[in-house]
């Protein structure tokens, strides 16, 4: 398939809309969650796919309607909202999952959640401890993979995270506790490379083969903990490796966040990895060019395609479109080849209010728009 | 053998006060609600403390969003940026961004100490950011060198301690994990030692610890040793103790023998056996025990059950010289 140039997709989340959460909590819409559910239903007509849900969850009756007819509702909502901003990757915004973390560890035996960890402000994470043996229950994302696949006009490319940062996120007993004498840097850097793989291997490579047999084709990893121990970097690619070797799929690798030049040459010996999807725009700022790192994967001479993100996700301005062709415009001239860039968030969205997430997307595929009208030029 | 124990940064908030920050949040709870359930969590943290035997007592530090927030909210030349990622964790801190110089505003910073910490200085540990971590981490917009940041933060500091001893206050825990992480060399390192001979200056016979962690601290030794504080500190979960270097001076040591980045408890035999192998090769004044660093990457529940370790292994080694 002949692409335009500069292809567009999201990285991961979206916030969930006000109706969801009252909703998937069985609690009458409020009158801003009301008036929020028509605006989207009027403007992408997201909601006709589930007339009865929509109905009942209107006329205020939430106790009548399954939590899992509100996800649906959500995960429709997201999908409409990535598709209807132009964007030509999309997925559900992860409207089913509690986060990155949470979701997927609920889906294994061998954890115990130890209670909640803040992460920033009054915002917290509950966090668990591997305490046994690690077990898949059944491979996850599946079933809300079917739903997109089956809704979605674009194409589908299904976030999940990376073995590395479900390890690097949990407390590890039961990997230590083998350990012999003081758990210090050595055994806990033994304990830690025993975990990430047995995930990898135990979790994440049967839910890969059953998203893959249910027809998923582009699977981004996240690895967002990948930055935070740069020498730990051979790991994360331990990891991946050992998820994805073997299956017919595009894969990419989304990290943000981190210093990728300490990352690097390990990180490309990522054998699967189609594209790295990472962070930029966050770092782009007046006296600092963001994408200059782009130049290390040119010295190293990596050739995959690079996931550009354009949008800071931390910051309520709107990036105009003649920002984001110009970034795309100096990651062209880093890279050497326009073939190579899509175009994205630096991450998940879910950090933005709705009405700036579709603000900033829309000038992400303005901006891509003139970004085209400039490398594909006949001059060029 | 002379040991001590406490914290070395901001412990968790108990589970209830979480669901109640949650429900102010969310509008489902009153400010002053919160207000008694911190101040009930805080209280409860000083009697922890002190049931444990600690040298000083923080009351956690439980209000503080994270450690450098109260400076980039209440000093001068600050504004408060984007949230990044703090060292290796899934936590998160608001960058300061230094517009000025820095300059603290009378009394801000003292306000912002737990209720009970105020009520006992002669008691209390306060817990600042070290002057090289802080120029680390902040986005440095003032059109000075990183190495002029660094002093300046120093002397700003020790305008901070200056007026905290006068309130009382006998025992200071500089957190410097960015030492560790990224030993600075060259000029950096003179600022960094400059910085704290101005908060010597402003210490005068108070109690000063430096403790690094996030990395292996062992490179930064040759800096730590030239500082002019009471003890040095390194994590013990990244730093291995057959490598510590010998000490010339009698500084004190401090050791992070609780690692707040795993649940397992650790074993007071197999602490008390570190502690002595690290003691034979430093013969430090004192021994600081406590968390290796800041105990909230960990649940209360856990922490809690963690701190209880500290009085076994100062039983175990003697209890020389415990309060």
Redesign the interface.
């Known amino acids: 398939m002949t692409r335009a140039l500069f292809p567009t997709q999201e990285i991961g989340s979206l916030a969930k809309p006000r109706w969801q959460l009252l909703g998937q909590r069985s609690e009458p819409l409020d009158e801003a969650a009301k008036g929020e559910f028509r605006v989207e239903t009027d403007r992408t007509g997201f909601a006709n796919d589930l007339p009865a849900a929509r109905d009942v969850l209107l006329a205020g009756r939430a106790r009548e309607v399954d939590p899992e007819r509100v996800r649906d509702l959500g995960a429709l909502f997201a999908i409409r909202f990535l598709e209807s901003a132009g964007l030509d990757r999309v997925y559900d915004g992860e409207a089913r999952r509690i986060e990155m ?1 949470e979701y997927p560890i609920r889906q294994m035996r061998g954890f115990r959640f ?9 915002k ?2 509950l ?1 668990a ?1 591997v305490v046994d043996e690690l077990r898949l229950e059944r491979p996850y994302h599946v079933d809300e993979f079917d739903f997109v696949k089956r809704h979605a006009h674009a194409e589908p490319k299904l976030p999940i995270t990376g073995p590395y940062t479900l390890a ?2 949990s ?3 039961y990997y ?2 083998h350990q012999k ?6 055994a ?1 850097r033994a304990a830690q490379r025993e975990f990430v793989v047995d995930l990898a291997r135990r979790a994440l490579r049967p839910t890969i083969q059953a998203l893959i047999e249910h027809g998923c084709r582009v699977i981004q990893i996240d690895e967002p ?1 990948a ?3 740069p020498d730990e970097a051979e790991l994360v690619v331990e990891g991946f490796n050992a998820a994805t070797e073997g299956f017919d799929a595009e894969f990419s690798m989304h990290i943000c ?1 981190s210093n990728y030049r300490d990352l690097l040459p390990a990180l490309l010996e990522a054998k699967r990895c189609h594209q790295w999807a990472w962070e930029f725009a ?1 770092r782009d700022v007046e006296g600092h060019d963001g994408y200059a790192v782009l130049a290390a994967l040119a010295e190293y001479g990596d050739t995959r395609e690079v996931g550009l993100g354009v949008l ?1 996700v ?2 309520d301005t709107i990036e105009t479109p003649e920002l984001v062709a110009a970034r795309i415009g100096r990651a062209v001239r880093y890279l050497g080849d326009p073939h190579r860039i899509w175009v994205n968030p630096d991450c998940g969205l879910r ?1 933005r209010r709705l009405p700036v997430a579709r603000a900033k997307l829309e000038a992400m595929v303005r901006g891509v728009a003139l970004a085209r009208a400039e490398f594909e030029s006949p001059r060029r | 053998m002379i040991v001590r124990t406490g914290l070395t940064g901001a412990a ?2 108990p ?1 209830s006060l ?1 669901l109640a ?2 429900d ?2 969310r509008g489902r709870t009153s400010p002053e609600a919160v207000e008694e359930m911190f101040q009930g969590a805080e209280r409860d943290v000083v009697a922890l403390e002190r049931r444990l035997g600690f040298e000083s007592i923080s009351g956690g530090y439980l209000r503080w ?2 450690p450098f927030r109260p400076f980039g909210e209440t000093w001068e030349g600050f504004a408060v940026g ?4 703090w ?8 960058q300061p961004i230094l517009l000025a110089p820095p300059g603290r505003v009378p009394g801000a910073f003292a306000s912002r100490l737990p209720p009970a910490l105020r009520a006992d200085p002669p008691n209390g540990r306060i817990l600042l950011p070290g002057p090289y971590t802080f120029a680390q981490v902040l986005d440095n917009r003032s059109g000075e060198t990183d190495e002029a940041v660094i002093h300046r933060l120093g002397r700003a500091l020790a305008d901070e301690v200056r007026a905290l001893r006068e309130l009382g206050f006998r025992t200071f825990l500089f957190g410097e994990p960015m030492l560790a992480v990224r030993p600075p060399e060259g000029p950096r390192a003179e600022a960094v030692v400059a910085g704290y001979r101005s908060l010597q200056a402003a210490l005068g016979g108070a109690t000063s610890i430096v403790w690094t962690y996030g990395a ?1 601290g062992i490179p930064a030794f040759p800096l730590l040793d030239r500082l002019p504080v009471s003890a040095v500190g390194v994590d ?6 057959e490598h510590l270097p010998p000490s010339a001076h009698r500084t004190g040591l401090g050791l992070g023998v609780l ?1 707040p ?4 408890a ?1 074993d007071p035999a ?1 602490v008390a ?2 502690v002595r192998t690290a003691h034979e090769r430093r013969r430090p004044s004192t021994i600081w025990l406590g968390p290796g660093a800041p105990l ?7 922490a809690t059950r963690k701190l209880h370790v500290l009085p076994a292994v100062s039983q175990a080694l003697g209890d020389g010289g415990r309060r």
């Open positions: 973390y130890q209670g909640h960890v803040r992460s920033f402000d009054n917290y994470y966090k401890a690097d996120w407390f590890n007993e230590l506790s004498g003081w758990k210090g840097r050595t806990r903990a930055g935070t121990h966040y966050n800071d931390h910051r950090t | 968790p908030r589970e979480i920050t949650r102010l949040d969003p994270d984007p949230l990044s990622r060292l290796e964790t899934n936590t998160f801190f608001r292996d013990l979960a990244d730093t291995d103790v690692d980045r795993t649940t397992l650790e197999e056996r570190v909230d990457l960990l649940p209360w529940e856990p």
